[in-house]
C-alpha cells in the first residue's frame, strides 16, 4: 500500500512558479514510477508529467515541457513538481500517482493517487 500527500498548491499569477510536493508513505516508495496528472473544472483528468522509479527517466505532456520539471527524492518518499512560467490555462486540480509497473501516461496504469492540490494561476 501507498498513500500519497500533496501540498504546496496555490493563488498565483500568470509568470509566477510554484512547487508542488507529493509525500509517500510505505517503504516500497522507490520501487513505483510516480506521476503528476491534472483536472480543470469541466475536464478529464490529463497526464502532466512522471518519473521513472529510479529518477533517471523523465518524461512531460508538449502543454508542460520546458516549463514543468518532475524530480523526486527516495530517500524522502517524495517527488516535485516544479512549475515555472505558469499560465492561466495550468489551473487545474494536481494529482500524483504511483504506478508499479513502469513510467506510463495511461491514468489507467496508476495505482494509488493522492487527494489533489489546487493551482490557480490568475491575474
Known amino acids: 500500500q501507498v498513500q500519497l500527500v500533496e501540498s504546496g498548491g496555490g493563488l498565483v499569477r500568470p509568470g509566477d512558479s510554484l512547487r508542488l510536493s507529493c509525500a509517500a508513505s510505505?517503504?516500497?516508495?522507490?520501487?513505483?514510477?510516480m506521476a503528476w496528472f491534472r483536472q480543470a473544472p469541466e475536464k478529464e483528468r490529463e497526464y502532466v508529467a512522471g518519473?521513472?522509479?529510479?529518477?533517471?527517466?523523465?518524461d512531460y505532456s508538449d502543454s508542460v515541457k520546458g516549463r514543468f520539471t518532475i524530480s523526486r527524492d527516495n530517500a524522502k518518499n517524495t517527488v516535485y513538481l516544479q512549475m515555472n512560467s505558469l499560465k492561466a490555462e495550468d489551473t487545474a486540480v494536481y494529482y500524483c500517482?504511483?504506478?508499479?509497473?513502469?513510467?506510463?501516461?495511461?491514468?489507467?496504469?496508476?495505482?494509488?493517487w493522492g487527494q489533489g492540490t489546487q493551482v490557480t494561476v490568475s491575474s
Open positions: 510505505g517503504r516500497t516508495f522507490s520501487s513505483y514510477a
Open positions: 518519473i521513472t522509479w529510479s529518477g533517471r527517466g523523465m
Open positions: 500517482a504511483a504506478n508499479y509497473d513502469g513510467l506510463t501516461r495511461d491514468i489507467g496504469d496508476y495505482d494509488y
